[in-house]
């Protein structure tokens, strides 16, 4: 509400190249930081950057990180890898619900532990996704029995959104594809995501502030 967006932004890119430094990468967080309320931060940054992840998240404490690992194993090292997630100073890590209730559980325990969170990714927003969003519905209520209440639903397919916000009331959906894979700003908010990453149309656009301030503008509905 201080900032009057809705807009997590997904770092997988600066200027269309995904090889980049530390500095390059506080430098572009450090523009768009007034435009928007998180970072999604994926494996390609993390291979990219390693334990530097850390220190890059340290220098922006009023922004929410979350770690885009989409992990899907079994349980005992879904627990590991949520363990090292929030060991690095991330504040949610993303799973994938099918993977199923005990890896989940794992997960949900992990990040109480450490007073992070978890969101489950339910249905996607690539072409090709069709088998795994015609499971949306099993996956959520996989996902609420382990304890999540934080889903992925794409915006490039707001009638998913749509029937997810129907179904489950007072989770927290984070909506993907806006820009790059078609998907608008306002559509998927109006029905029912409540933020909404946003990759590559802001951080390899010319003047990432400027769009940052203007999907966030748009955001707030």
Known sequence: MKKKSRVVVALDTIGGRSRFQEGEVVKLIDS???AIVGVKLGLPFYLNLGPSTRDVIKHFQDLVFIAD??????????RLIFENIFDLGFNAGIIHAFTGTKSMSEAVNAARSR????????????????????????????????????????SNNTSLIQELRAKHPSSKIF???????????????????????????????????????RVASESWI
């Open 175 to 213: 909506s993907p594809g806006v820009g790059a894979q078609g998907g608008e700003v306002k559509a998927p908010l109006r029905m029912g995501a409540d933020y909404l990453i946003v990759g590559r149309l802001i951080t390899d656009a010319p003047n990432p502030d400027d769009a940052a301030r």
């Open 69 to 78: 690992w989409k992990t899907a194993d079994v349980p005992h090292v879904t």
């Open 32 to 34: 768009v930081s007034d």
């Open 115 to 154: 007073g992070g969170d978890v969101i489950a990714v339910v249905a996607m927003s690539h072409e090709g996704s069709e088998l795994v969003n015609s499971q949306m519905h099993v996956l959520a209520d996989m996902a609420v029995k382990a304890g999540v209440g934080c889903f992925v639903a794409p």
